[in-house]
Nanobody, 125 residues
Framework: QVQLVESGGGLVQAGGSLRLSCAAS????????MGWFRQPPGKEREFIAR????????YYADSVKGRFTISRDNAKNTVYLQMNSLKPEDTAVYYC??????????????????WGQGTQVTVSS
């Protein structure tokens, strides 16, 4: 089992950057594929990025590819989401999540068993 806590959200102007962090507690953080999801106001939660257990492979949704970077530091039990060139449509609650699936098979929300509480990101025009 793992507990996840996101931080780093806030208000930023379009074109700006933010870095989100997700701190994990519990045993063997490196055993989990880690993902980031977001839920815009009034919309369903969507997948945006995942990273494999050792950080060797990343995958992004088309909506954020080239702008966002997921990374992890297993020694610190932390996963990050660097967000650059932010757009108003990036406004959402951002969640990190952990999956027991291999990273190649962890692209859908239902495959993530453990979730953080979310952190708000608001991008103004």
């Amino acid at each position: 089992q793992v507990q996840l806590v996101e931080s780093g959200g806030g208000l930023v102007q379009a074109g700006g950057s933010l870095r989100l962090s997700c701190a994990a507690s519990g045993r063997t953080f490196s055993s989990y594929t880690m993902g980031w999801f977001r839920q815009p106001p009034g919309k369903e939660r969507e997948f945006i990025a995942r990273i494999t257990r050792n950080g060797g492979s990343t995958y992004y949704a088309d909506s954020v590819k080239g702008r966002f970077t997921i990374s992890r530091d297993n020694a610190k039990n932390t996963v990050y989401l660097q967000m650059n060139s932010l757009k108003p449509e990036d406004t959402a609650v951002y969640y990190c999540a952990a999956s027991t699936y291999s990273g190649l098979y962890a692209l859908e929300e239902y495959k993530y068993y453990y979730w953080g509480q979310g952190t708000q990101v608001t991008v103004s025009s």
